[in-house]
């Protein structure tokens, strides 16, 4: 069975500085995707970033880029110059070809301190 | 915004009663899923319609059940309330039925509340 685990809890940063959330996952599939949502205090679902499993370059979008090392099967998300509106809860998910659902990760939650 | 919309926003209710959340996906969106995210169990996948047939179950109760309408708009319905029951329910729609190619959008959530 398909697992994400995101090993921090909680993490803190500073405003305008970097931080790197973990994620890694556990597959016997070769096709893939592989997501991260953000959760801010109002509770929407947002998606932040994908990637797809075939490729080889990581995704970026603007400020969020992600460290995708398939064959350790982790999935990071690095948020460049941090700012207050991205404290929210960040979840790791997963989407295989053989996988009728999408399976989150229990979530890192992130605090942008001024 | 998702373009994903679901009501009510917020629902208070008493055990043992029956809610009805409702459900509608972006335009053009065949698939919707819903999920439940409660403190104790993260986020987890209820079920699956596609074009208003059942796709995929997930960790579903026998006392939840859910329907796809025609138009499209899905609704989940809640029977013989608990308090465990208290959760957000998130819907999300994707544009196929084929899930992992697809991106799922998701709606804001309804805040149910069981006293």
């Known amino acids: 069975a398909q697992t994400v685990t995101q090993s921090q809890p909680e993490m803190s940063v500073q405003e305008a500085e970097t931080v790197t959330l973990s994620c890694t996952y556990d597959?016997?599939?070769?096709?893939?995707?592989l997501f991260w949502y953000k959760q801010p205090p109002s509770r929407q679902m947002i998606l932040v970033i994908r990637?797809?499993?075939?490729?080889?370059q990581n995704a970026t979008e603007n400020r969020f880029s992600v460290n995708f090392q398939k064959a350790a099967k982790s999935f990071s998300l690095k948020i460049s110059d941090s700012q207050l509106g991205d404290t929210a809860m960040y979840f790791c998910?997963?989407?295989?070809?053989?996988?009728?659902?999408?399976?989150f990760g229990t979530g890192t939650r992130l605090q942008v301190f001024p | 915004d998702s373009g994903v919309t679901q009501t009510p926003k917020h629902l208070i209710t008493a055990t043992g009663q029956r809610v009805t959340l409702r459900c509608s996906p972006r335009?053009?969106?065949?698939?919707v899923y819903w999920y439940q995210q409660s403190l104790d169990q993260g986020l987890q996948f209820l079920i699956q319609?596609?074009?208003?047939?059942?796709?995929a179950k997930g960790n579903i109760l026998e006392r939840f059940s859910a329907q796809q309408f025609p138009d499209l708009h899905s609704e989940l319905n809640l029977s013989s309330l608990e308090l465990g029951d208290s959760a957000l329910y998130f819907c999300?729609?994707?544009?196929?039925?084929?899930?992992?190619?697809?991106?799922?959008?998701f709606g804001p959530g309804t805040r149910l509340t069981v006293l």
């Open positions: 999300a729609s994707s544009p196929d039925s084929t899930g992992y190619t697809d991106t799922q959008y």
């Open positions: 597959t016997s599939e070769s096709n893939y995707y």
């Open positions: 990637q797809e499993a075939y490729k080889q």
């Open positions: 998910a997963f989407w295989g070809y053989n996988t009728d659902k999408l399976i």
């Open positions: 335009s053009g969106d065949l698939s």
């Open positions: 319609y596609y074009n208003g047939e059942e796709r």
